[in-house]
């Protein structure tokens, strides 16, 4: 199975440029997702194909790296965007997520 | 607008048996493949099992494969998993989650529905 390592917590500011990175285990191409949850409710896809903003995303979400390192960033955190953020691959199944990191209120 | 919604969550004993559902509406059911996502209290998101458009194709994660059973109805626009044999670590929100192909992302989990929550109690 494909391990993904994500960072469990950031802290950052609303305005902050907030970096989330994922690592796979061996190389997945772009076959890589981004989701976003907040407590209580389900995932959101933010991002996918690596790099490829899901409609109605705000364009401050964006996506990038292939193989095995990934990033997402948001360019100015807003109140709005503190949660947790998943990433997703699905080069091989079983599709595996990464454990998840939490933005939080600096 | 999509909507997914879960249902047949509950309190069941170790060893026991319960049957999710999972009522698609706003979209072509018949048209996505369809997936089953866990979450165990305080944990991350871990996919379970996966059902074609057709349900020629299923697969299933280690940690279920043999006691859970993924099936579909698109006559009446349904998504189910039978559970069985369940353990405590089968504890934990589940969700159902449509799929779409991507060329540049193969499959992409696009909309899910609020979840359902089973607990196992010995």
């Known amino acids: 199975d494909i391990q993904m390592t994500q960072s469990p917590s950031l802290s950052a500011s609303v305005g902050d440029r907030v970096t989330i990175t994922c690592r796979a285990s061996q190389s997945i191409g772009s076959y890589l997702n981004w989701y976003q949850q907040k407590p209580g409710k389900p995932p959101k896809l933010l991002i996918y194909?690596?790099?490829t903003l899901q409609s109605g995303v705000p364009s401050r979400f964006g996506g990038s790296g292939s193989g095995s390192a990934f990033t997402l960033t948001i360019s100015s955190l807003e109140p709005d965007d503190f949660a947790a953020y998943y990433c997703q691959q699905t080069d091989s199944v079983p599709w595996t997520f990464g454990q998840g990191t939490k933005v939080e209120v600096k | 607008e999509v909507l997914l919604v879960e249902s047949g969550g509950g309190l069941v004993q170790r060893g026991g048996s319960l049957r999710l559902s999972c009522a698609a509406s706003?979209?072509?059911?018949?048209?996505?493949?369809m997936n089953w996502v866990r979450q165990a209290p305080g944990k991350g998101l871990e996919w379970i099992s996966y059902i074609s458009s057709d349900s020629n194709t299923v697969y299933y994660a280690d940690s279920v494969r043999g006691r859970l059973t993924i099936s579909r109805d698109n006559g009446k626009e349904s998504l189910y998993l039978q559970m069985s044999s369940l353990r405590d670590e089968d504890t934990a929100v589940y969700y159902c989650?449509?799929?779409?192909?991507?060329?540049?992302?193969?499959?992409?989990?696009?909309?899910w529905g609020q979840g359902t929550r089973v607990t196992v109690s010995s």
């Open positions: 706003g979209f072509t059911f018949s048209r996505y493949s």
């Open positions: 194909g690596a790099s």
């Open positions: 989650a449509s799929s779409k192909w991507e060329l540049n992302a193969k499959w992409v989990f696009d909309s």
